[in-house]
């Protein structure tokens, strides 16, 4: 058989020898592997599987996202704080995407704006952690840094830090699109479905709320088609995966050079971010993120200068490509509108447009008596409410939201109409890591939102 020419043989090597120079850095938060000849073994195995997403698809994510900086989109990105390869299942992805649709859907109508859906999903395998070990009861072990890592059981085996996982990562990522491709392509998602969506969940009153805006939707619907209108359109949506850009033993090998533009992308999600306890100007996750096409995220907290935010700007975004850079912000109820002003008022002055959007789950993170990892809603709301607030006063645009959400009834966060209290979390908590709003708490969260972006 002919040789065939190696993919990367059109490649001005300098792109290639960055790729790696992430080497030559500082990188936070990588785990200790048990051993090295299994971590080489799984990267070379990663190295030769197929992408999971493809470069044109990112490409169009990225005009997406332009659209969403200038005022014309808006992204709503959620889901799993942590995937689980154990929750993998298709009734959890189904909730999740159903309440992504739902929640989108809320948001189109009241804002009369395109929303651009994408899963924290198919990839959100690993975890940033405060300590490197856990102890309980005197017996200290690895932290658990995500499914792509280790496991949750506090056992010395289960908390083995195990590259084999980046292998499991990839292949429950690839069955995770797979099924979030059929639901979004094949029917499932059809607008004319909105009632559908709303099936098999608990009724309360959020979900009461949606029928009737579903109902007028019905109503929109069957008035287009009166006029002839062609619903073609209607009947698949986009649909993008995004993750946290954490270990580079993953992402490193996923990394794939184009072949109709000769540039790298990584294929393991459309959109990757940068969690605030790796966003370090000179470490090694945001020299590896300038060098790929994919639309980067970086999370900012209230520690954030402007400084900070005008050095990511250069660093990530040096030709102000409309759609590369999305801004993050999880300050916190009680900072936002303290902290933010001083950070937009800076980007304000530059030619740069990154996209804005908020997180108001990870700045308001408590630990309720009973000894949960919690959220008030109200404080989740407030932040949302500040960050709209933030931006009328500047004069730019809220281009979206960051949730940490599940379709799931459990209960995580406190409050909401349904007011969960400390005693209920001891019955529905499910979460390995942040606590998510539910399926109702979610659908609320759209409702305030959709109302803030009517306002405007
Ligand atoms: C997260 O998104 O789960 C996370 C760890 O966020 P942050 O980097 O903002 O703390
Ligand atoms: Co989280």
């Given at each position: 058989m002919a040789k065939t020419e190696s993919?990367?043989?059109?490649?001005d090597p300098s792109v290639l020898k960055g790729l790696d120079n992430y080497v030559n850095l500082p990188a936070a938060q990588q785990p200790t592997w048990y051993d090295s000849g299994v971590l080489e073994a799984s990267k070379a195995e990663l190295s030769k599987l197929p992408p999971l997403v493809f470069a044109g698809e990112v490409d169009t994510l990225r005009s997406r996202l332009a659209d969403a900086a200038a005022g014309k989109a808006f992204l709503l990105q959620g889901g799993d704080c942590a995937e689980t390869f154990a929750d993998a299942t298709a009734d959890r992805i189904r909730n999740r995407v159903k309440t992504l649709l739902q929640m989108a859907v809320v948001l189109m109508y009241g804002s009369s704006l395109p929303v651009i859906k994408m899963g924290?999903?198919?990839?959100?395998?690993a975890k940033p952690r405060s300590n490197n070990t856990e102890t309980r009861d005197g017996v200290e072990l690895p932290a658990y840094r995500g499914d792509a890592v280790n496991?949750?059981?506090?056992?010395a085996e289960s908390r083995l830090n195990d590259p084999r996982r980046l292998l499991q990562a990839y292949h429950t990522s690839a069955s995770t699109l797979n099924l979030i491709r059929a639901f979004t392509t094949g029917g499932?998602?059809?607008?004319?479905s909105v009632h559908e969506w709303n099936?098999?969940?608990?009724?309360n009153p959020a979900n009461i709320r949606y029928e009737t805006l579903a109902k007028e939707i019905d109503r929109a619907i069957q008035f287009m088609a009166a006029a002839g209108?062609?619903?073609?359109?209607?009947k698949t949506t986009e649909f993008y995966v995004s993750h946290e850009g954490l270990l580079f033993d993953y992402e490193r090998p996923m990394t794939r050079i184009d072949s109709r533009t000769n540039t790298p992308y990584i294929?393991?999600?459309?959109f990757i971010w940068i969690g605030e306890r790796t966003r370090?100007?000179?470490?090694?996750h945001v020299d590896f993120l300038s060098r790929v096409r994919n639309p980067i995220g970086v999370k900012l907290g209230p520690s954030t200068s402007p400084s900070d935010v005008i050095e990511l700007i250069e660093k990530l975004d040096p030709n102000r490509e409309p759609g590369r850079l999305t801004f993050i912000t999880r300050m916190g109820a009680g900072k936002i509108r303290e902290e933010m002003p001083k950070l937009v008022e800076a980007v304000k002055g530059t030619d740069a447009n990154p996209l804005w959007i908020t997180?108001?789950?990870?700045?308001n993170g408590i630990t309720t008596k009973n000894g949960y990892k919690s959220r008030r809603f109200d404080d989740v709301m407030d932040e949302v409410r500040g960050f709209f607030e933030v931006h009328k006063a500047a004069g730019t645009f809220p281009g979206g939201i960051h949730i940490e959400l599940?379709?799931?009834?459990?209960?995580?966060?406190?409050?909401g109409s349904e007011q969960i209290d400390e005693a209920t979390l001891e019955e529905r908590y499910e979460s390995l890591c942040d606590p998510r709003l539910n399926h109702m708490q979610s659908l609320e969260l759209s409702f305030l939102v959709a109302e803030e972006l009517g306002k405007r």
């Amino acid at each position: 058989m002919a040789k065939t020419e190696s993919p990367n043989a059109n490649v001005d090597p300098s792109v290639l020898k960055g790729l790696d120079n992430y080497v030559n850095l500082p990188a936070a938060q990588q785990p200790t592997w048990y051993d090295s000849g299994v971590l080489e073994a799984s990267k070379a195995e990663l190295s030769k599987l197929p992408p999971l997403v493809f470069a044109g698809e990112v490409d169009t994510l990225r005009s997406r996202l332009a659209d969403a900086a200038a005022g014309k989109a808006f992204l709503l990105q959620g889901g799993d704080c942590a995937e689980t390869f154990a929750d993998a299942t298709a009734d959890r992805i189904r909730n999740r995407v159903k309440t992504l649709l739902q929640m989108a859907v809320v948001l189109m109508y009241g804002s009369s704006l395109p929303v651009i859906k994408m899963g924290r999903m198919a990839g959100q395998f690993a975890k940033p952690r405060s300590n490197n070990t856990e102890t309980r009861d005197g017996v200290e072990l690895p932290a658990y840094r995500g499914d792509a890592v280790n496991g949750y059981d506090f056992t010395a085996e289960s908390r083995l830090n195990d590259p084999r996982r980046l292998l499991q990562a990839y292949h429950t990522s690839a069955s995770t699109l797979n099924l979030i491709r059929a639901f979004t392509t094949g029917g499932f998602a059809d607008l004319r479905s909105v009632h559908e969506w709303n099936k098999g969940f608990t009724d309360n009153p959020a979900n009461i709320r949606y029928e009737t805006l579903a109902k007028e939707i019905d109503r929109a619907i069957q008035f287009m088609a009166a006029a002839g209108a062609d619903f073609e359109g209607l009947k698949t949506t986009e649909f993008y995966v995004s993750h946290e850009g954490l270990l580079f033993d993953y992402e490193r090998p996923m990394t794939r050079i184009d072949s109709r533009t000769n540039t790298p992308y990584i294929t393991s999600g459309h959109f990757i971010w940068i969690g605030e306890r790796t966003r370090q100007l000179d470490g090694a996750h945001v020299d590896f993120l300038s060098r790929v096409r994919n639309p980067i995220g970086v999370k900012l907290g209230p520690s954030t200068s402007p400084s900070d935010v005008i050095e990511l700007i250069e660093k990530l975004d040096p030709n102000r490509e409309p759609g590369r850079l999305t801004f993050i912000t999880r300050m916190g109820a009680g900072k936002i509108r303290e902290e933010m002003p001083k950070l937009v008022e800076a980007v304000k002055g530059t030619d740069a447009n990154p996209l804005w959007i908020t997180d108001p789950m990870h700045g308001n993170g408590i630990t309720t008596k009973n000894g949960y990892k919690s959220r008030r809603f109200d404080d989740v709301m407030d932040e949302v409410r500040g960050f709209f607030e933030v931006h009328k006063a500047a004069g730019t645009f809220p281009g979206g939201i960051h949730i940490e959400l599940t379709g799931d009834d459990v209960a995580e966060c406190l409050g909401g109409s349904e007011q969960i209290d400390e005693a209920t979390l001891e019955e529905r908590y499910e979460s390995l890591c942040d606590p998510r709003l539910n399926h109702m708490q979610s659908l609320e969260l759209s409702f305030l939102v959709a109302e803030e972006l009517g306002k405007r």
